[in-house]
């Protein structure tokens, strides 16, 4: 299998992401525990994000396809500045007009406001999509028109990364 293929295989993605939150020796791991280095500790891996009845009510009576039920790949967070990384990895970018889209507007949401009244005493949250490095462009193009069409729909998306 190349590194390309490797890098887009979701069971390859999630054990990464998992290693890079686990301690290692500093001077012979084989993943750099990065978000461990951070101070990031695992909190869920593939575990349902519950909205507030309130952000699901709002989101309802918007035009807009949204996941009502966000399963994001893992959830981290920090306790000494109470901060969270939501993480999704993809295979590659898609557009706001994919069926994509309603999966990634419920993770938006979910890492904005919401995730602070759920995950207390967490108070911020940063929605990361991990894609390959030729995919993040287009990524975030995608992501941050998603946002523009939460917020002009009164709704509360989450940063993204």
Not at 63 to 80: F, K, N, T, Y
Request: with cysteine; glycine share 6%; hydrophobic share 40%.
């Amino acid at each position: 299998m190349s590194a390309e293929a490797l890098l887009r295989d979701p069971g390859f993605q999630l054990n990464l992401l998992l290693w890079m939150t686990r301690e290692q020796p500093s001077n012979a791991y084989l993943i750099r525990p990065l978000f461990q280095e951070l101070g990031f500790a695992l909190t869920y891996i593939e575990n349902r994000f519950s909205l507030p009845e309130e952000t699901i009510r709002r989101a309802k009576v918007t035009s807009l396809e949204i996941g009502m039920a966000p399963e994001p790949d893992v959830l981290l967070q920090r306790d000494r500045d109470k901060k969270a990384l939501y993480i999704e990895a993809k295979a590659g970018s898609f557009s706001a007009e994919s069926s994509s889209a309603k999966q990634a507007r419920g993770h938006l949401l979910a890492s904005g406001s919401a995730y602070a009244e759920v995950m207390r005493p967490i108070e911020q949250c940063l929605f990361c999509c991990v894609v390959p490095d030729s995919d993040q462009s287009p990524m975030d193009k995608c992501l941050t028109t998603l946002c523009g069409e939460l917020s002009r729909a009164g709704l509360d998306p989450g940063p993204h990364s």
